[in-house]
């Protein structure tokens, strides 16, 4: 017999890959959530630190002791009242720009008095922070912390 040299070539199955992956990115935290998180976090913590720390004991007495329009009130320290709301605003800028030569030429010219402590006034109008009063020397603007309810 005649045997036959038969090769068998056996051709390599080709190798398939897979496609390559994308690069791995770390994640990182998004600054803008983080901020805006903590933002969240510190107005609930002080709303609840403001909240808690007004009782209504406090609240109450706040409230009676705050004068409105039409109010009986006194005048509870010595203090330098306007003869308007204008001078009242000029006053003010004078004093906390510490303008002494300001003040007195107010003064002098009769813008700006004092009001005696004690003194029994009846306020005519109350804006947000100034009231306007007259009492038996006259009347004038001043800021409402130094009027106090009867």
């Known amino acids: 017999m005649l045997s036959e040299n038969v090769s068998t070539k056996v051709e390599p199955e080709p190798v398939v890959s897979a496609p390559p992956k ?13 901020g805006c998180i903590g933002l969240i976090v510190l107005v609930f913590f002080f709303g609840l630190t403001f909240c808690n720390s ?8 706040a409230t009676s002791k705050t004068v409105t329009t039409g109010d009986r009130a006194y005048i509870n320290t010595n203090a330098y009242a306007a003869s ?4 009242l ?5 004078y004093m906390n720009a510490k303008n002494d030569s300001g003040l ?11 009001v005696e402590k004690g003194t029994e006034v ?3 109008k109350r804006t947000f922070a100034t009231v306007q009063v007259s009492y038996s020397g006259g009347s004038g603007w001043l800021p409402y912390e130094f009027v106090t309810k009867k």
């Open 104 to 114: 007195n030429e107010m003064i002098l010219t009769g813008k700006v008095f004092t």
């Open 122 to 124: 009846n306020v005519v």
């Open 84 to 87: 308007t709301k204008e001078n």
């Open 54 to 61: 007004n009782t209504s004991s406090s609240t109450s007495t």
């Open 22 to 34: 994308p690069p791995q990115h770390e994640k990182k935290p998004n600054s803008l959530a983080i």
């Open 89 to 93: 605003d000029l006053m003010l800028n």
